[in-house]
């Protein structure tokens, strides 16, 4: 069966930076767009970034913009997030997934298979 698990979260300051890592298996890995989203308590679900089956497209969302780097590495099966200059408004848990979707859909698409999350928590 499909599993996505994350890794690389935890507690940092304003300012400091973590690397969250997905790893896949129970599926094929490069042809599915992959994406991080994020719930904060009280919040609803937002898609932070995600990026093509190929890598070449991605997107994040607006308050991520110039901190945060997704990437892959198809022949690892795996998922990177790069969060540089956290802020507190970053503090939620951190998902990935998969998008089953045939066509590129950013962070919209049909995100049918979930990792069960790793904590990111910012101090200020």
């Known amino acids: 069966q499909v599993q996505l698990v994350e890794s690389g979260g935890g507690s940092v300051e304003a300012g400091g930076s973590l690397r969250l890592t997905c790893i896949a298996s129970g599926l094929t890995f490069d042809g599915y767009s992959m994406g991080w989203f994020r719930q904060a308590p009280g919040k609803e679900r937002e898609g932070v970034s995600c990026i093509s089956w190929h890598g070449r497209m991605t997107y994040y969302t607006d308050s991520v913009k110039g901190r945060f780097t997704i990437s892959r590495d198809n022949a690892k099966n795996t998922l990177y997030l790069q969060m540089n200059t956290l802020k507190a408004e970053d503090t939620a848990m951190y998902y990935c997934?998969?998008?089953?979707?045939?066509?590129?859909?950013?962070?919209?698409?049909?995100?049918?298979?979930w990792g069960e999350g790793t904590q990111v928590t910012v101090s200020s």
């Open positions: 997934a998969a998008d089953r979707s045939r066509y590129w859909s950013a962070c919209a698409g049909d995100f049918g298979y």
